[in-house]
């Protein structure tokens, strides 16, 4: 019989209440929760019926109940809780974007690695079943081999420099925040990580990114372009380009439609596979067959590492470096 693996998550936020809401969706309660202030701790176990609240987030770092710890908190603070987690055996799904740099990551899997743990980033692009299914499609040949990758992601934010998304202290930005989706889209097409990488940026006046163009290429010529913004809408909107279709994506990462275009024809096929709606619980489902198989393949980090690659070495061209590294 299967182990009813036990949950808590760290922060009170959009994501852990979407997350508390799959879990309870799945018939899985969640078990515990830690914020900093306890208040918001206590009025988010009251709304999703959590078992546990910590008084000092800390305590479930050491709780022997804990199997897994979802952790929603900003980027700069994921290292120190990652390693903190990792150390005392628990299991790690940690929002996007998992750390702020190679470095830390690098540390997080060998923290992982050594304790004999599963360490996985909340990427709901590795668990949509669409992706899956498009992923197969390529493989299968059908379509020829991927040539190009356009893909844009603009978010409008509200111009407020005291907001977490142009907060330097916060590793606020565009790449950490919305550009790890648009790397994990075209790593998860590319045969390999692409290793020549050209950009231009557009600073905040606080020293973030607002805005940046990106070009990627692989050892395999297979290319791709992408457009980030945090202060000018555009659709959310990828195209993999095939010898002999296109592939278009709109509204990733938590798409459940796409469309495929035949390059001679014309013709039109739509594609649709699983639910918008049930990301998180095919990302809840993926990290518990994780730990129970004792496997990472099914959370893809061999890619997000790569994917990380890439944001250190664009943040390190722009001359962007975060306080806390």
């Known amino acids: 019989m299967k182990k009813e693996l036990r949950w808590a998550v760290l922060g009170t936020g959009v994501i852990a209440n979407e997350m508390a809401q799959a879990l309870t969706a799945m018939g899985k309660p969640l078990y515990a929760v830690g914020n900093r202030t306890l208040g918001k701790a206590l009025a988010f176990a009251e709304k999703h019926q959590v078992r546990k609240v ?24 994921h290292i120190d809780f990652l390693r903190t987690a990792l150390k005392n055996g628990k299991h790690v799904l940690c929002e996007k974007s998992i750390t702020l740099n190679s470095n830390e990551l690098r540390e997080a899997v060998t923290l992982a690695e050594n304790h004999d743990v599963i360490l996985a980033e909340a990427m709901t692009i590795w668990h949509m079943p669409l992706y899956q299914k498009l992923w197969n499609m390529v493989k299968s040949g059908t379509l020829g ?36 989706y648009a790397l994990s889209l075209v790593r998860s097409f590319m045969d390999s990580q692409p290793e020549d990488i050209l950009s231009q940026v557009k600073l905040a006046s606080t020293g973030v990114d607002e805005q940046a163009g990106i070009l990627l290429m692989n050892r395999e010529e297979q290319m791709a372009a992408i457009s980030l913004s945090l202060h000018s809408k555009q659709p959310k909107r990828a195209v993999i380009s095939c010898e002999r279709a296109y592939i278009e994506i709109m509204e990733y990462p938590r798409a459940d439609k796409a469309v495929i275009v035949d390059a001679e024809t014309g013709k039109r ?5 699983g639910k918008t709606a049930h990301a998180l619980q095919y990302e809840i489902m993926d990290m518990e067959k994780a730990v129970l198989n004792h496997s990472v393949d099914s959370m ?21 470096q975060y306080p806390d590294e």
């Open 54 to 77: 910590y008084r000092d987030f800390h305590e479930m770092f050491w709780d022997p109940l804990v199997d897994i710890i979802y952790i929603t908190t900003p980027h700069n603070t």
């Open 145 to 180: 081999k991927v040539q190009m990758l356009q893909l844009n992601f603009g978010s409008l934010k509200e111009y407020n420099m005291n907001s977490r998304f142009f907060n330097l202290q916060l590793a606020g930005g565009a790449l950490l925040d919305i550009g790890v």
């Open 269 to 273: 096929q739509e594609i649709t596979e």
């Open 300 to 320: 893809h980090l061999a890619e997000t590492i790569d994917v990380m690659e890439i944001m250190t070495k664009l943040r390190r061209d722009w001359g962007l």
